[in-house]
């Protein structure tokens, strides 16, 4: 049974950092590519970022990026998304989520098989 746990997130002043893991378990973490989306009250589900499995690209939402860093420790199971220069619209539930996802359908939720609970990230002006 996969399961993926989220940490980290929490209340933070415009302009801090937070940093989320994601601790996954139940099958091969190495084989599969892990992402970050968000949502926020009221609207859909959002990309934020990606990571493949094997080379481990890496991919991100225009809004993001520059300011969020997504990495995986295969040998620890996990995915982090270090966010930097935190603004209130970063303010959301942000859920990990694992796939044997194609680049090219990393953005879409539709590929991801497994999904976190959530954190929620809040971050005030």
């Known amino acids: 049974q996969v399961q993926l746990v989220e940490s980290g997130g929490g209340l933070v002043q415009a302009g801090g950092s937070l940093r989320l893991s994601c601790a996954a378990s139940g099958r091969t973490f190495s084989s599969y590519a892990m992402a970050w989306f968000r949502q926020a009250p009221g609207k859909e589900r959002e990309f934020v970022a990606a990571?493949?499995?094997?080379?481990?690209?890496?991919y991100y939402a225009n809004s993001v990026k520059g300011r969020f860093t997504i990495s995986r420790d295969d040998p620890k199971n996990t995915v982090f998304l270090q966010m930097n220069s935190l603004k209130p619209e970063d303010t959301a539930v942000y859920f990990c989520a694992q796939g044997r996802v194609p680049y090219y359908f990393i953005r879409d939720t539709e590929g991801f098989e497994y999904w976190g609970q959530g954190t929620q990230v809040t971050v005030s002006s």
């Open positions: 990571i493949t499995w094997s080379v481990s690209h890496t």
